[in-house]
C-alpha cells in the first residue's frame, strides 16, 4: 500500500511558501503513460500543493522541448523525456541540472542517490519508469505452436504473417542481432564495428518485404486488433493495456526486450521553474513510482519502490510480474546506452533512413 502519510509530509516539504495557486506546465507521450500520471502524480501533487498540473501529449516530448528552446519560446515546463535524448540535450545546454540531493529520499531513508537504480540520475534529468520494448503476437494465429523467442519473430516459414516495427534505429537494429545469435552483453558491442552493423542490416533484408512500420505507441496494438501484422514490436505497457482493459487476445514475448528509462528533465527557460522543481520531487518520491504501477505495467527507477508494488487499477491483477524490470524477464534483455546513442545515433539513423527507402 502507498503511505498516505509519507506523501503527504512529502508533499509540506515541497509546498513550503508556496502560499497562492500556482501551475506547471508538464509535456508528456499521451495515451496509457499520461493517464497513469494524471492519476499517481498529478491529482495528488495538486492536492497537496495547490498547485494545477496541464498535461500535453507528444509522441516524443523531447522534439517540442528542443524546437521551444531553440525558438526562444518556452512554454513547457516539465518535460518526460528518453534518457538518451536528456543526456543528449543536458550536454547541448538546454536543460537545468538537478542536485540529487535535493530529491526526496527512499522509503527506507536511503539517500536519493543510492535508492534510484543505475543510470536513473543524470546531471540534468531524473529517471522515473523503465519501459521494455518487447514482441507481442495475436495468440490465434499461432494457437498450436506459439513462438517465443526473439528468433522466432523473423522466422517467417514457422510463424508466417507480416510484421510491424518501430521506426527507430535504436528500437531495432538490436533486434536484427540478438536474432542472429548476438546475447545481449554484446549487442553494442556489435554494433560499435561496421561489420556488425552491416549483420544487423543483413538479418533485417530477411523480413524487409513483409515489415509495417510504426512510429507511434498507440500503432502496434491497433495493427495486431486488425489483423494487419500477426507479430509486432511494441512498448510493454501498450500490450499490458489491450490484453487486461481491452480483453484482446495478446501475448507477450520477453526474451530480446529493449528497456529504456523516461525521465523529467526541466529546461533552463521553463516559465515556471520552482513549481517544475517541486513537481518533479513530488513525482519521483518512491511511494509516487511505485503508485505509478497502479496504473500501468512500467517499472519504478527507484529501489524501494519495488516492495511498494501492489495490484493494478482493477484491484486483481499483481503488477509485480508484469514488470519489465522483473528478473524473469531480464535474463536477455538489451538497456538503452545514452552514451553509445550519444556517439552514434547521427551515423546509424542516416544510414538505416537510406536502408528503409532502398529496394
Known amino acids: 500500500m502507498i503511505s498516505i502519510r509519507n506523501t503527504t509530509i512529502l508533499a509540506c516539504l515541497l509546498c513550503t511558501g508556496t502560499a497562492h495557486a500556482q501551475e506547471v506546465n508538464v509535456v508528456t507521450w499521451g495515451g496509457a503513460i499520461e493517464a497513469s500520471q494524471v492519476e499517481a502524480y498529478n491529482k495528488p501533487f495538486t492536492k497537496a500543493t495547490g498547485i494545477r498540473v496541464t498535461t500535453l501529449a507528444a509522441d516524443d516530448p523531447s522534439t517540442p522541448l528542443k524546437a521551444q528552446v531553440e525558438a526562444g519560446n518556452v512554454t513547457g515546463d ?3 523525456v528518453a534518457l538518451a535524448d536528456a543526456v543528449r540535450l543536458c550536454d547541448e545546454g538546454m536543460l537545468l541540472e538537478i542536485d540529487p540531493a535535493k530529491l526526496p529520499p527512499g522509503a527506507d531513508g536511503t539517500p536519493a542517490d543510492r535508492d534510484f537504480i543505475d543510470g536513473a540520475l543524470q546531471d540534468c534529468a531524473v529517471g ?12 490465434t494465429k499461432f494457437p498450436d505452436t506459439p513462438p517465443k523467442t526473439v528468433a522466432d519473430f523473423f522466422d517467417m516459414k514457422t510463424y508466417p504473417g507480416k510484421r510491424a516495427l518501430a521506426k527507430s534505429v535504436r528500437r531495432t537494429l538490436y533486434l536484427a542481432l540478438m536474432a542472429d545469435g548476438v546475447p545481449a552483453s554484446e549487442v553494442y558491442d ?5 561489420e556488425g552493423v552491416d549483420r544487423a542490416f543483413a538479418k533485417l ?11 507511434a505507441g498507440a500503432q502496434p496494438p491497433q495493427l495486431l486488433a486488425d489483423g494487419e501484422v500477426a507479430m509486432t514490436t511494441a512498448y510493454n505497457g501498450r500490450i499490458f493495456d489491450a490484453i487486461i482493459n481491452e480483453g484482446k487476445p495478446f501475448e507477450v514475448i520477453w526474451d530480446g526486450q ?3 528509462m523516461n525521465a523529467f528533465a526541466v529546461p533552463k527557460d521553463a516559465p515556471n521553474l520552482k513549481e517544475a522543481l517541486e513537481y518533479v520531487k513530488f513525482a519521483t518520491a518512491p511511494e509516487q513510482l511505485a503508485g505509478q504501477a497502479r496504473y500501468i505495467s512500467y517499472g519504478p527507477a527507484r529501489k524501494s ?12 491483477t499483481e503488477m509485480s510480474s508484469h514488470m519489465p524490470t522483473a528478473p524473469e524477464h531480464m535474463a536477455n534483455a538489451v ?9 552514434h545515433d547521427i551515423e546509424l539513423t542516416e544510414r538505416f533512413n537510406r536502408w528503409l527507402v532502398t529496394n
Not at 522515473?128 to 495468440?139: E, L, Q, S, W
Not at 556489435?190 to 561496421?194: D, K, P, S, V
Not at 533484408?205 to 512510429?215: F, L, P
Open 78 to 80: 516539465v518535460f518526460d
Open 128 to 139: 522515473n519508469i523503465v519501459a521494455g520494448t518487447v514482441i507481442a503476437y495475436d495468440k
Open 190 to 194: 556489435q554494433l560499435a564495428t561496421a
Open 205 to 215: 533484408d530477411t523480413i524487409k518485404s513483409e515489415v509495417i512500420w510504426w512510429e
Open 258 to 260: 529493449y528497456l529504456e
Open 305 to 316: 519502490s519495488t516492495p511498494l508494488l501492489g495490484l493494478y487499477k482493477d484491484d486483481k
Open 335 to 343: 538497456m538503452d546506452s545514452p552514451e553509445f546513442w550519444a556517439d
